[in-house]
């Protein structure tokens, strides 16, 4: 990133650009290739072409972080909307995620959260985001979340069950959706948010 960075200030990014395409057409696998190709797409506000090189770095490797985080920079840069649902909160995307929505108060309003089983991390998210929602998948964890967060004086209401994490995704005051829900699991969602025309950011290695 440093480098695109030196381009950027230099305004040499359409030779960042060549040199970047004559590697890959030796190399096309290197997922660092596609990773700083993506970046300046970004640097030059194609935010399409950027996703697609983000995109296809985690195709070769899913566990870039740097991509993973960029992916979500990306996708908070290009919501219209300011209410966002993370489905995953607590996972690596789900925080890079929040990080980014947490430098943008003004523009960012975390509207949702949900997590699998990892409630101690959600009810600290829940405790520094506010949002409207939080789900969960057991009933007793659910129990012991809102008890919790009553105690704090948090005013977050824990929806329990898939049917609430579809509810959640597809509701009528959530702009755009983070899937980032690990396989299968977070499909149903996912379709929910889709059906009721929500923009969705999918972010799972999946």
């Not at 200030?9 to 970047?20: P, Q």
């Not at 993370?86 to 960012?108: K, N, Q």
């Not at 998210?125 to 008890?147: E, N, S, Y």
Request: charged share 20%; net charge positive.
């Amino acid at each position: 990133n440093g480098i695109i960075t030196q381009y950027a200030r230099s305004k040499e990014l359409d030779k960042a650009h060549s040199r970047i395409d004559q590697a890959l057409s030796s190399f096309p696998n290197v997922s660092w290739l596609h990773f700083l190709k993506g970046q300046i797409y970004g640097y030059q506000g194609n935010a399409q072409a950027a996703e697609a090189e983000l995109r296809r770095t985690l195709e070769i490797d899913p566990n870039y972080p740097k991509a993973w985080h960029a992916l979500a920079t990306l996708g908070a840069e290009v919501v219209t909307g300011r209410r966002i649902a993370v489905l995953g909160s607590t996972g690596s995307i789900g925080l890079s995620t929040l990080d980014v929505l947490a430098r943008h108060p003004e523009r960012f309003e975390v509207f949702a959260l949900t997590a699998n089983n990892n409630v101690a991390k959600l009810r600290e998210q829940c405790l520094a985001h506010c949002p409207q929602f939080a789900v969960v998948v057991d009933a007793t964890a659910a129990a012991r979340l809102t008890a919790e967060l009553q105690a704090a004086g948090c005013k977050t209401k824990v929806l329990v069950g898939e049917a609430a994490l579809s509810e959640a995704a597809a509701h009528e005051q959530v702009d755009a959706v983070m899937a980032a829900i690990v396989g299968a699991a977070g499909l149903r969602s996912s379709l929910a948010a889709a059906r009721a025309g929500k923009r969705i950011m999918l972010a799972n290695k999946e």
